[in-house]
């Protein structure tokens, strides 16, 4: 049966693509609610999908974006045939620098690049738009070719995981009975190589700070107060200054708190997978790695915490020069968390930090919208993990490898936490494909061994 699916899913590839373009054409940007609107319409693109594949699906209101919930239960089955969960996000980053796409972000087009590699531009089309329609279109096939899927299914599309997912805990909570089933399956993640499927069983954490200092009561002459009034950068500066110290370590009181050591089987592992510190930082332009000294750069972007700025503004940044003191300044911040560390007393540990360098008379506000998502840690030894692995190397002719990721999908803690549900994360991004960034890409050949990937898993886990 399987055979005849993948035959399925070759022959309709392009008018998969087409779908794909269509979908990514809606501009559903979560973290902008000028978008709130294409947020729902993308929703509502994806119900009409799947209604029409023969699923029930709905657009479920939340306090923020809408969830899309779809189950399908084939007409076949028997009492061992699995319910899986099967999870992605319908929702994008913003576009800015929007100057810096060589085409529009959101008209996609394909195209072969220099490298003879055919590729799909626009926000999305990786992101988790692409990715999901592996899932999407795999179910196409097995319905299209055989009549129904082979396994019971239930579909939890997001329209929030980029703005860190405010609404997932109380939908999670509110319909246990409706999605907790045998495993959840997240497409959100990347391959190791173009030719390398990999499992990613680990994610770090994310939590959010945003920090205010304000120094005179106005904007002031720098010339007739400089000296005598602070100036709200000098003290911003410094307390950004002071998070790291000269070997790299976070200095934050309590910060480590949580963070264990890296298993020596996890490093052995890790170091069989023959990662080239050099391309990865030559790829960016650089060539020194600035994570803690004595550890590998695959441990720091999959195995320990981080406190980065994502910007910092104040005073004049207009043309030319402006003598002036300014009243205030801002950063934004983010700490990535691994292992146990505690999204909560991480926010409580930098506050006070940053209280202790202020001086008496400047006034610290923080606007962090609080929240955060602890790290996520999967047992490798899961039967479904076992399955989805031999269907792997089946498309592609490879053993699939086992990868961390330094990036965060909130809800797979969640999905442990709250529905008692493993995920496997099995995704097929590169890591070049610019997600996040200007010119966001989407290989065809991703698009379509995910698709036939996802194929041979739901055939896999019928058995
Ligand atoms: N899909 C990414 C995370 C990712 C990318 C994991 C590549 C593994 C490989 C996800 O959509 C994402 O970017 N998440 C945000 C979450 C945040 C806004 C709560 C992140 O990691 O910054
Ligand atoms: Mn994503």
């Given amino acids: 049966m399987t055979n005849t699916a993948l035959a399925a899913a070759d022959q309709g590839f392009e008018k998969s693509v087409d779908r794909l373009f269509d979908f990514v054409r809606i501009q559903s940007i979560s973290t902008d609610v000028a978008y709130k609107d294409e947020c729902e319409k993308a929703a509502r693109w994806l ?10 699906a709905e657009v479920r ?8 919930v779809a189950h399908y239960t084939p007409k076949s089955v028997s009492a061992k045939t699995p319910h899986l969960l099967f999870y992605g996000h319908y929702d994008v980053q913003p576009v800015d620098p929007v100057e810096l796409w060589h085409t529009p972000p959101f008209e996609p087009t394909r195209r072969k690049d220099k490298d003879g590699v055919e590729r799909m531009y626009g926000r999305g089309t990786a992101d988790d738009k692409g990715q999901l329609m592996t899932f999407v279109e795999a179910a196409r096939a097995w319905i299209s070719a055989t009549g129904g899927l082979p396994i019971k299914a239930t579909f939890l599309i997001e329209g929030e995981e980029e703005s860190g997912s405010p609404s997932l805990v109380p939908f999670l909570e509110a319909n246990k009975a409706e999605l907790s089933w045998d495993a959840a399956f997240v497409c959100d993640t990347n391959m190791w190589d173009p030719k390398t499927p990999a499992i990613t069983t680990r994610l770090r ?14 904007d002031l002459h720098s010339g007739l107060y400089g000296g005598a009034a602070m100036n ?28 264990k050591p890296l298993p020596s089987a996890t490093k052995k592992q890790w170091r069989s997978l023959k990662f080239s510190d050099k391309k990865f930082m030559g790829e960016v332009g650089l060539a020194v790695p600035a994570g803690e000294k004595g550890k590998t750069v695959l441990e720091h972007v999959w195995a320990r915490p981080t406190a980065e700025v994502n910007g910092v503004w104040g005073g004049y940044t207009g043309v030319g020069a402006k003598t002036v003191l300014p009243s205030k300044a801002h950063a ?25 360098l202020i001086p008496k008379d400047c006034k610290l506000e923080f606007s962090g919208k609080g929240g955060g998502t602890p790290a996520s840690e999967i047992s490798e030894d899961n039967a479904f993990i076992k399955k989805t692995s031999a269907a792997l190397k089946s498309e592609f002719k490879r053993e699939a490898v086992l990868i961390g990721s330094g990036g965060s999908i909130p809800i797979v803690r969640s999905f442990k936490d709250i529905l008692g549900m493993d995920s496997v994360l099995v995704g097929f991004g590169l890591n070049d494909d610019a997600i996040h960034s200007p010119n966001e890409k989407y290989n065809l050949s991703s698009f379509h061994k995910g698709i036939r990937s996802w194929v041979r898993i739901m055939g896999a886990l019928a058995e």
């Fill in 332 to 356: 934004k911040l983010t700490f990535r968390l691994v292992g146990r560390q505690d999204p909560q007393k991480i926010l409580k540990a930098f506050q006070k930090f940053a209280k202790d």
């Fill in 205 to 218: 954490g994310l939590v959010h700070e945003e920090i205010t200092i304000t120094g005179p009561r106005i």
């Fill in 232 to 259: 709200p950068i000098r003290v911003l500066t410094k307390i950004l200054a002071s998070l790291h110290d000269k070997n790299g370590k976070i200095t934050i009181p309590g910060f480590y708190d949580g963070v």
């Fill in 47 to 56: 119900v009409v999908e799947l209604t029409g594949l023969g699923f029930s």
């Fill in 61 to 68: 209101p939340t306090p923020g974006i809408p969830m899309v």
